[in-house]
């Protein structure tokens, strides 16, 4: 079964990416959505939670989220790909279930 | 000086999760009408808050990042930053907006507000303040 993870939090302020990253099974796909695109910004200290997963792990990050908070895609982690509502249209129905970690 | 207080302001949210950030600035740009003396702190998350080139024109939320330039002509102009949060994220002060406010008692020249502050000297100023409000 695939599944598709959604994370709204920043990784700096809570450690729902890290619970996320525990207890997704390998092949997953993580997108992060609103505040959780810190999270894929790199050169941060806690850049390594995505380094360490990715992989194992599909991310995908939501480009006008990281577009509101005025993040460069230049900067994100090297491997994550950045989508756009479409594109989290077809995550929904490629994978069999979401998981929204709140 | 009269009986004006010295207010902090401690900013530890990044802007548009949740509302706390456009709350704050609401707050201190209403205080800032009652002649006291206001400063803002931004650590953690809050950081965030000042990033350049924000452009919300895609998640229908009012960008209300470009509100905190107007800070300076409100007399607020003591911003600190808290140098390990920004450091934290990978972020120096070139990340974020160029704050700046103009000193009437020399003729108008253009100052920086921002002051990036490492968490030891933010924990003095704390202890300076009337009041502190955290959001």
Redesign the interface.
């Known amino acids: 079964m695939s599944i598709l993870h959604t994370v ?3 990784t ?2 809570r450690d729902t990416l890290e619970a996320c990253v525990r207890l997704a099974a390998k092949g997953g796909s993580v997108l992060l959505i ?2 959780g695109v ?1 999270s894929a ?7 390594s939670v995505i380094e360490n997963a990715k992989g194992d792990l599909s991310f995908y990050v939501l ?3 990281i ?6 895609e230049d ?1 994100l982690i090297d491997g994550i790909k950045v989508i756009d509502y479409k594109g989290f249209v077809e995550l929904t129905v490629s994978n069999d279930t979401v998981s929204a970690w709140l | 000086m009269s009986d004006a207080k010295k207010f902090m302001y401690i900013n530890r949210k990044a802007p548009y999760g949740t509302i706390y950030a456009w709350e704050s600035l609401e707050v201190v740009l209403i205080g800032a009408a009652f002649d006291q003396e206001v400063s803002l702190a931004f650590v953690d998350d809050g950081v965030y808050q000042l990033m350049k080139g924000q452009d919300t024109s895609e998640v229908g939320i009012k960008n209300f990042s470009p509100t905190y330039s107007a800070l300076g002509d409100y007399d607020v102009n003591k911003i600190y930053i808290e140098k390990e949060s920004l450091e934290a994220r990978g972020l120096t002060l070139d990340d974020l907006q160029h704050l700046v406010w103009e000193d009437e008692d020399e003729d108008w020249a253009e100052k920086d507000s921002i002051r990036v502050v490492t968490s030891a000297e933010l924990a003095e100023l704390f202890d300076t303040q009337d009041i502190v409000l955290s959001f």
Do not use: T, V
Not at chain 1, 67 to 72: C, W, Y
């Open positions: 709204n939090k920043s700096y302020e609103e505040d810190y910004m790199s050169g941060g200290n806690k850049s480009g006008p989220d577009k509101a908070r005025g993040l460069s900067r």
